[in-house]
Structure formats: structure tokens, C-alpha cells
């Protein structure tokens, strides 16, 4: 079966702070690995990655992949309070249709 | 500019009621999911849609039947709800499965009491 875990459960940082959000997982036949964001309702799509050592970045955030390890972090860097929010990383394995998510790392930045 | 859009965004029964939650698209998806999440839980797969008239099993379908009759639209119906049905459930889609990103939409909360 496969497993998606997310570390740390939650989180909380002052503004400016930087954080690393982790992910491990065990799956049979890796396709890619998803971040989404969810603040009070839908998820919202981040980055996706397929490739070890290649970097995704979208100006604070980034994130890296290490197939070898079976892990993945999110950075955040100079946090701020719009970032408190649930991060979920999903897993696509075997079809393109199913992606399992883990149960996430909620973050909260404070002033 | 909608996207994905849910209805209803509440809703209340009581154990042994039946509904149907919709799930439209005005973005040509091919693919359609149900989600439900809960707490300590993630996100768990119901059904899927690979397309027009298909549908799928996911990790949790006891309970529930889905239908797309149209591509635009996934329905999610409860037959016979239970308490343990009680969940925020959202519907996403995407081009080509999960290939490509998916949007989700903005979620239904149901209560069964």
C-alpha cells in the first residue's frame, strides 16, 4: 500500500523565519510528486516533481526531490503570515489517474 | 472563470438520507475526482472519471455512487448516508490526469447526524 508522510505535523514561526516542511513515502511505481497549498478551502497547486536533485522554485518557495532517499522538502523563505496555511504533498503512482495525499503539515506564521 | 464549482457548499441530513453533490467544470477536463477529507486523514480518493460516460473506484467508494453523464459534470450521490459520511468533500479536475495540475474545487461540508 502506498504511504505518504508528512513532517512536521504542525508548525508555528514568526514572520521572516525560514521553514522546511518534509515529506517521505513509500510507493510502488513513482510518477510524481505533488505540493498543494490549503488555506480555508481547496487546495491550490505548488510545484510538482518527477526528477531527483532538480530544484522547483516559485519566489520564497522551492522544493527538491530525492528519489534515491524517497523524500521531498518545501523551503519557505522570509516567511510570511500569508503563508499560515495546511501544505499537502501528493503522491502519483502507476495510472495517471490516482494521487495519494498525506495528511499534511499546517503551518502558522505569526507577527 | 469558474473553474471548479461545487454544489451544495453545506449540508445537513440526517442518517439515512440520500443526496447528490455536484461537481461542474467549464475547463474541457477530461479527468474528474471526489475527495473526502477529514481530520488526521488527508485527502482520500472515492471515484474518478477518466472521460464521458466512465467511472472508477477509488481507495473509499463504500457508500457512494458517482455518474458523468456529461463531461462537464461528476455527480457524488449518498444513497443512504451515515454518520461516518461526515466530511468535507471536494471535487477536482484536470486535463490529463494527474499529468497535468489539477484544480480542485471549493469543497462541501456534510454533516449526518
Known amino acids: 500500500e502506498d504511504k505518504v508522510v508528512q513532517s512536521p505535523l504542525s508548525l508555528v514561526v514568526h514572520e521572516g523565519d525560514t521553514v522546511t516542511l518534509n515529506c517521505s513515502y513509500e510507493?510502488?511505481?513513482?510518477?510524481?510528486l505533488l505540493w498543494y497549498k490549503q488555506e480555508k478551502k481547496a487546495p491550490t497547486f505548488l510545484f510538482m516533481l518527477?526528477?531527483?536533485?532538480i530544484e522547483k522554485k516559485s519566489g520564497r518557495l522551492s522544493s527538491i526531490l530525492d528519489k534515491k532517499e524517497l523524500f521531498s522538502i518545501l523551503n519557505i523563505t522570509a516567511t510570511q503570515t500569508g503563508d499560515s496555511a495546511v501544505y499537502l504533498c501528493?503522491?502519483?503512482?502507476?495510472?495517471?489517474?490516482?494521487?495519494?495525499f498525506g495528511t499534511g503539515t499546517r503551518l502558522q506564521v505569526t507577527l | 472563470n469558474a473553474g471548479v464549482t461545487q454544489t451544495p457548499k453545506f449540508r445537513v441530513l440526517k442518517t439515512g438520507q440520500s443526496m447528490t453533490l455536484l461537481c461542474a467544470q467549464d475547463m474541457n477536463h477530461e479527468y474528474m475526482y471526489w475527495y473526502r477529507q477529514d481530520p488526521g486523514m488527508g485527502l482520500r480518493l472515492i471515484h474518478y472519471?477518466?472521460?464521458?460516460?466512465?467511472?472508477a473506484k477509488g481507495e473509499v467508494p463504500d457508500g457512494y455512487n458517482v455518474s458523468r453523464l456529461k463531461k462537464q459534470n461528476f455527480l457524488l450521490g449518498l444513497e443512504s448516508a451515515a454518520p461516518s459520511q461526515t466530511s468535507v468533500y471536494f471535487c477536482?479536475?484536470?486535463?490529463?490526469?494527474?499529468?497535468?495540475?489539477?484544480?480542485f474545487g471549493q469543497g462541501t461540508r456534510l454533516t449526518v447526524v
Open positions: 472519471s477518466v472521460g464521458e460516460g466512465t467511472t
Open positions: 501528493a503522491l502519483r503512482t502507476g495510472t495517471a489517474s490516482k494521487l495519494t
Open positions: 477536482a479536475s484536470s486535463l490529463q490526469g494527474w499529468i497535468t495540475e489539477a484544480f
Open positions: 510507493v510502488t511505481n513513482f510518477r510524481s
Open positions: 518527477t526528477s531527483s536533485g
